[in-house]
């Protein structure tokens, strides 16, 4: 099975600061057969389902702010909040979708200082 | 619309049974891989399994810990999903999503709780 780790586990920043979450794979997720990387964001707020944010590891949800990027190939990858914004507090999930069994991230926590 | 709603969830006791449903809507459920995730109180997402559309064989696979236990699937005719789940365990407590996805998930319900219990 792929392991899928995060990190850190929890981030506190002040709104307008920059955000980076990290992703790292037990092994590449790259699909050859369209060269996208098989790695999947989500976010999730308390009490709701998660919500996807980007896929193909950059490849971002129409409707989701352009303060989010993703990026990344291999193994490691990040997502970005370029400027956090107080609906932003939530927890961050990544994704391989590389092999069966797909695997999550155990998530990163992020609040406002 | 897209749209996933999950019913079925309630207490149960370790060893019983229960079978969740998904109601799907706005997609051509008949050709769309589908997929279980679960959240146990307070950590985070876990893939169960998911299952083919009936003309890429309706074939499914699952993690290890649910694999022989649990059971994925599907009515096409009524464009619904189901999860069969026996031999229950206090640690498969949680909140059970549908996703019409067999990779990445786009589309969540608003879940169902399952609480295994004595």
């Known amino acids: 099975d792929i392991v899928v780790t995060q990190s850190p586990d929890s981030l506190t920043l002040s709104l307008g600061e920059r955000a980076t979450i990290n992703c790292r794979s037990s092994?590449?997720?790259?699909?050859?057969?369209?060269?996208?990387?098989?790695l999947a964001w989500y976010q999730q707020k308390p009490g709701q389902p998660p919500k996807l944010l980007v896929s193909?590891?950059?490849a971002r949800e129409s409707g989701v702010p352009d303060r989010f990027s993703g990026s990344g190939s291999g193994t490691d990858f990040t997502l970005t909040i370029s400027s956090l914004q107080a609906e932003d507090v939530a927890v961050y999930y990544c994704?391989?979708?590389?092999?069966?069994?797909?695997?999550f991230g155990q998530g990163t926590k992020l609040e406002i200082k | 619309e897209v749209q996933v709603v999950e019913s079925g969830g309630g207490l149960v006791k370790p060893g019983g049974s229960l079978r969740l449903s998904c109601a799907a809507s706005?997609?051509?459920?008949?050709?769309?891989?589908m997929s279980w995730v679960r959240q146990a109180p307070d950590k985070g997402l876990e893939w169960l399994g998911r299952?083919?559309?009936?003309?890429?064989?309706?074939?499914?696979d699952y993690i290890a810990p649910v694999k022989g236990r649990f059971i994925i699937s599907r009515d096409d005719s009524k464009n619904m999903l189901y999860l069969q789940m026996n031999s229950l365990k206090i640690e498969d407590t949680a909140v059970y999503y549908c996703?019409?996805?067999?990779?990445?998930?786009?589309?969540w319900g608003p879940g169902t709780l399952v609480t295994v219990s004595s």
């Open positions: 706005g997609f051509p459920f008949n050709i769309a891989w």
């Open positions: 092994q590449p997720v790259l699909y050859r057969s369209n060269n996208k990387n098989s």
């Open positions: 299952i083919k559309s009936n003309s890429d064989g309706a074939t499914t």
């Open positions: 193909w590891a950059s």
């Open positions: 996703s019409p996805s067999g990779i990445f998930f786009a589309y």
């Open positions: 994704q391989q979708y590389y092999s069966t069994p797909f695997t």
